[in-house]
């Protein structure tokens, strides 16, 4: 079972990464005003996520990515508060304001494996 969530984690940050260069502009619209190159930043997380979900499937580097996915948890929740903040794209508020906590539920899936 546990590897069951292993495998879950990586393809959820495989998925996550692949979306953004698919739906680039969403991904693009979340991040704050306050972060330069936004469309960098959009690129260069997509490709995290996808280097990090490929990093789940091998034991050698299991722990590294799953330090790197928390990581990168706390490096993107400013996005997910200015989601909020911003009430994206008709997302009901009540739906991110949820949103913000779960990103420790997603570490505590990732430190799992660490």
């Keep these: 079972m546990d590897e ?3 495998y879950a984690m990586a393809i959820f940050y495989l998925t996550m990464g692949v979306m953004h260069f698919v739906k680039h502009r969403l991904f693009t619209s979340i991040i704050p005003p306050f972060i330069p190159v936004p ?3 959009n690129i260069l997380v997509g490709s995290i996520e ?3 979900g490929i990093g789940l ?7 590294e990515a799953a ?3 928390i990581l990168l948890l ?10 909020y903040q911003k009430k994206h794209l008709g997302i009901p508020k009540w739906l991110l ?3 913000l906590p779960i990103q420790l539920v997603l570490i505590g ?3 799992m494996y660490t």
């Design 50 to 52: 996808l280097g990090l």
């Design 109 to 111: 899936w990732a430190y």
């Design 74 to 83: 706390i490096a993107v929740f400013p996005a997910n508060l200015y989601m």
């Design 57 to 63: 499937f091998f034991e050698t580097s299991r722990t």
């Design 97 to 99: 304001l949820i949103r």
């Design 39 to 41: 469309k960098l930043i």
């Design 67 to 69: 330090y790197g996915i």
């Design 4 to 6: 069951a969530f292993l």
